[in-house]
């Protein structure tokens, strides 16, 4: 069966410091994977999705970056965070249905 | 944008009771999904449904789909506390598979 794990669970940062989310898929060749943020009392927005190895696409504009070194990785990440970066980030893989990982809670301070 | 929109907010019931929550959307979807995400926790995936497909079940949940409407329905029978969480209904167009937009969610509180 398949398996996505994502880490840190929670993170504490700074305002200015760079950040860098992991997600790994597990049980599974070649998924789509994508990022997204949940700010409080939302729903999830669809930050960037990947088709395959190096191939990014993202849909909103932000301070943030994603990048798929490996089949089953895929990395956020940012060089300097800003206070509107604080959410919950869950990172998802899909055939069909749409599976998400247990998600980082982020706040920058 | 928001695609989804789930009605009630918010709802409240007893043990026992069935909880019925409903989305709408705005344009043609491939599919919807829907998801309950406990406070603080990642979205638990409950049902798919094709926009071929009109009603589904899955244990103690029925959704349903009605697209000319632009609707669908997650109903909970006989509700356990442990349904207390956020539901959220997330559709995904055509050719965008895992493209999902989620409604702002509707919370369900089940009371013992």
């Known amino acids: 069966s398949q398996t996505i794990h994502q880490w840190p669970a929670t993170l504490v940062q700074p305002v200015g410091s760079p950040l860098s989310l992991e997600c790994t898929v597990e049980?599974?060749?070649?998924?789509?994977l994508y990022w997204y943020r949940q700010a409080a009392g939302r729903g999830l927005q669809l930050l960037f999705y990947?088709?395959?190895?190096?191939?990014i696409s993202s849909e909103v504009p932000q301070n943030l970056s994603a990048s798929r070194p490996q089949d089953r990785q895929f990395i956020l990440s940012s060089k300097k965070l800003l206070l509107s970066d604080s959410g919950f980030y869950l990172c998802?893989?899909?055939?069909?249905?749409?599976?998400f990982g247990p998600g980082t809670r982020l706040t920058v301070l | 944008s928001q695609q989804g929109e789930e009605d009630p907010q918010a709802l409240s019931i007893q043990e026992g009771e069935n909880a019925t929550m409903n989305c709408s959307y705005k344009?043609?979807?491939?599919?919807l999904q829907w998801y309950r995400q406990n406070s603080g926790r990642g979205l638990v995936h409950l049902i798919l449904?094709?926009?071929?497909?009109r009603e589904k079940h899955s244990g103690r949940l029925r959704v349903t789909l009605d697209t000319s409407k632009k609707s669908s329905s997650l109903l909970i029978t006989a509700s356990r506390a442990a349904d207390t969480a956020s539901y959220f209904c997330?559709?995904?167009?055509?050719?965008?598979?895992?493209?999902?937009?989620f409604g702002a969610g509707t919370q369900v509180v089940v009371t013992p």
């Open positions: 998802a893989w899909s055939v069909e249905s749409v599976y």
């Open positions: 449904i094709r926009s071929n497909e």
């Open positions: 344009t043609s979807i491939n599919n």
């Open positions: 049980g599974t060749s070649n998924p789509n």
């Open positions: 997330a559709t995904a167009q055509t050719d965008s598979w895992g493209k999902l937009q």
């Open positions: 990947s088709v395959g190895i190096g191939q």
